[in-house]
């Protein structure tokens, strides 16, 4: 059925409704037996009854117009009730369905399912739980595979690793003539938070050790950029050996400035502080300025190796150094000290001048 004898038809179909609920019973009755429907395509009438049926307004007339066609169920029909002559027509159980397009129209699998009994008796124990085959892969999909570790693919984010740092390597003029060899670096060996960690600084001038300074001690780090430090250190050269308890920090301060303080305790009640402040400043990605500043002070006298009791000497230094590599630096520069107290005392009288400028040049190593 297309779409204008649809709309014909209902058009035709709303006139005869409207003219049944505004008519008489008997006007509707004889309206609807006048009425030639034979032409609307899918519209079937019952045959016409006998024109000597008695009929009376006290009767129910009800008329069935079932549509076999287009769609249209009316199986329940119309029906027309009248109880009194001047009663009108009331339509009950009028459907027009999928006339009007407002009953969706079941297809593909719903469509197929409609009406379909439950499905009862299926076993289905196959399609889930129970036991897996014995052939059936395994629990971790490995099909028997035996992992382990690709050599040069392993990844640790703890492994002990080691240094050696040689940050001076030096030959030392002093302003007064002379030469000296010097040495300061250290060498640390451990994982991230706990290390072993060696550290040395001495001078040999005119043939003869002058000082030497080592430190052994257990660095743990408590921050990020941080680390606390605990060990012994032990003295060499002029004057007899010493040796200290150690405790000290050292780190990264802010605005890139190393920063390295330790305490010492010794025997005799003898005590002692260090404390050095470094900077690295990048003129390019290979020549870089370090400007180094460092101190010491001591409990009580040491005439001995010549040590004052307070504020023994300061020590300024500036040096330029290429990275021809990162591991290997030539540098040059130079270094002020001067002693303070009952130290500066003890140099006079040994002949030394209390201060002195000196003039250095040197390598940086590290491995």
């Known amino acids: 059925m297309n779409t204008d004898n649809k709309a014909w038809q209902v058009a035709s179909l709303l006139m005869v409704v409207v003219g049944m609920m505004t008519a008489t019973p008997a006007v509707a009755q004889d309206g609807m037996q006048g009425m ?3 032409s609307m395509h899918g519209m079937h009438m019952p045959a016409k009854e006998s024109s000597t049926t008695p009929t009376s307004p006290a009767n129910h007339s009800t008329h069935v117009m079932p549509m076999q066609e287009g769609g249209m169920s009316m199986e329940q029909g ?24 407002t009953r969706p129209k079941l297809g593909g699998l719903a469509g197929a399912m409609k009406g379909m009994p439950l499905m009862q008796g299926m076993d289905m124990s196959s399609m889930q739980g129970g036991d897996a085959p014995p052939d059936a892969r395994s629990s971790d999909y490995s099909d028997g595979y035996g992992y382990g570790s690709m050599p040069g693919m392993d990844m640790h984010d703890n492994p002990a ?43 040999q001038a005119d043939g003869r050790l002058q000082d030497l300074r080592t430190e052994a001690l257990w660095d743990h780090t408590v921050s990020t950029y941080w680390d606390t430090q605990i060990g012994v250190r032990h003295d060499y050269g ?7 308890a150690a405790f000290g920090i050292q780190g990264l301060a802010p605005y890139w400035f190393d920063v390295q303080a330790t305490a010492y305790l010794g025997q005799a009640g003898r005590t002692a502080a260090r ?8 003129l390019t990605q290979r020549l870089i300025l370090q400007p180094e500043l460092g101190t010491s002070f001591y409990g ?15 020590e300024m230094g500036l040096r330029l150094r290429y990275e021809i590599r990162r591991e290997f630096a030539p540098y040059v520069g130079i270094v002020w000290r001067q002693q303070f107290g009952r130290t ?18 040197g390598l940086r190593i590290w491995y």
Request: glycine residues 12%; charged residues 25%; negative net charge.
């Open 161 to 203: 690793i080691g240094m050696l740092l040689l940050d001076k390597l030096e030959y030392v003029r002093p302003r007064d003539g002379g030469h000296a060899v010097a040495v300061d670096g250290q060498a640390w060996y451990g994982k991230n938070l706990n290390k072993l960690w060696l550290k040395f600084e001495g001078e």
């Open 344 to 361: 500066a005392d003890y140099a006079r009288s040994r002949g030394e001048s209390a201060d002195d400028l000196q003039f250095v040049a």
């Open 36 to 38: 030639d429907m034979s």
């Open 78 to 101: 119309m029906s027309m009730h009248s109880s009194e002559p001047d009663a009108t027509v009331e339509m009950q159980q009028l459907h027009f369905g999928q006339m009007i397009g």
């Open 300 to 314: 009580k006298d040491d005439p001995q190796r010549g040590i004052g009791s307070g504020l023994s000497d300061i």
């Open 275 to 282: 404390a050095s402040l470094e900077y690295e400043a990048l």
């Open 238 to 244: 002029v004057g007899p050996d010493r040796t200290w």
